[in-house]
């Protein structure tokens, strides 16, 4: 079983609406108008995952603490609020270090997420296909590597037993060259899969290629059913789909194969690209990209006021 199977997976989002509160900083890098911007789109992952945003905080910096992401006074806001309001998910706008998290959740002592891990938790509950799901697994250990320390003691041990434990080797190293193996072998796999898909590219003969591209949530899904007369998943959330899908279509008497890409989003973490390189390539290899463009994410969704901090 693969990291995404254990225990309901690491940080994963409960089935049930969870009330939430998302924190981002406005720094020399990032203005105002952008983080507010950020936050809103954070507000849509964590809708997309089962929760409500009650309130947002936001500080104004010159970067993240590097214990508590915000300064002491704003933490100590946060937390009244939490227990003042029953929130039960605290999520962050910006990667959390192993001891960010650690520190934020004893103070808070409610869940706490960063970007990344809510992104995966939505990937994980999204993904369908064999292909995908070992997407997935590959960028959930890759977010996990260089979080072991303190993170958990106890990974199911895949391999090891008698005599495949080193002299003197620690837990915390023994679950840092497993989750290293399991990360080389969902690389092999998918290379295999991507030698697969190759082929089958090959064996489509030449009919113009088109990508449906652009951010996720513009509408490629549907435009894809509208076009191609199919029944491909489309939802008013946010990675609807996580697989690329393929179908020919003919409008005037002309052929053409028509392609569903997976979407993306604002500050998407570099390694969750590159596990979806293979996807990507059906982006690569097409003749014509048709761009989607988001128009503001709150566009056809109810609006739900909440105060700002």
């Excluded at 905080?57 to 227990?83: H, M």
């Amino acid at each position: 079983m693969g990291l995404i199977d254990d225990s309901k997976r690491i940080n994963e989002i409960d089935v049930q609406e969870e009330r939430a509160i998302l924190v981002g900083l406005i720094t020399p890098q990032q203005g105002e108008a952008k983080a507010k911007e950020y936050l809103d789109e954070l507000e849509f992952l964590a809708e997309t995952a089962g929760a409500v945003t009650v309130r947002t905080f936001l500080q104004r910096c010159d970067g993240p603490n590097s214990t508590s992401y915000v300064g002491k006074g704003k933490l100590e806001e946060i937390v009244a609020f939490v227990e003042e309001n029953d929130i039960s998910l605290v999520i962050f706008d910006d990667d959390l270090t192993p001891k960010q998290i650690a520190f934020i959740e004893k103070a808070v002592k409610v869940k706490t997420l960063d970007r990344t891990s809510l992104i995966l938790d939505i990937f994980a509950k999204r993904a369908q296909t064999a292909s995908a799901k070992m997407q997935v697994e590959l960028a959930q250990y890759q977010y996990l590597l260089p979080r072991l320390t303190g993170m958990w003691t106890h990974l199911e041990r895949q391999r090891g037993g008698i005599g495949m434990r080193g002299p003197g080797e620690t837990q915390i190293e023994t679950d840092r060259r497993i989750v290293k193996t399991k990360i080389s072998l969902l690389k092999e796999k998918l290379a295999q899969l991507d030698k697969q898909k190759i082929t089958q590219r090959k064996n489509r003969g030449k009919l113009t290629r088109i990508a449906l591209v652009g951010y996720t949530n513009v509408g490629k899904s549907t435009l894809m059913n509208v076009l191609s007369k199919s029944e491909v998943f489309a939802e008013n959330k946010l990675f609807a789909t996580l697989d690329t899908t393929v179908r020919k279509v003919v409008i005037s008497n002309l052929p053409f194969l028509l392609t569903d890409t997976v979407g993306f989003i604002r500050k998407l973490p570099t390694h969750l690209v590159e596990s979806f390189k293979s996807t990507l390539d059906e982006v690569r290899d097409s003749d014509i990209l048709v761009q989607g463009y988001d128009h503001g994410l709150q566009q056809d969704r109810p609006v739900h006021p909440r105060p700002q901090g």
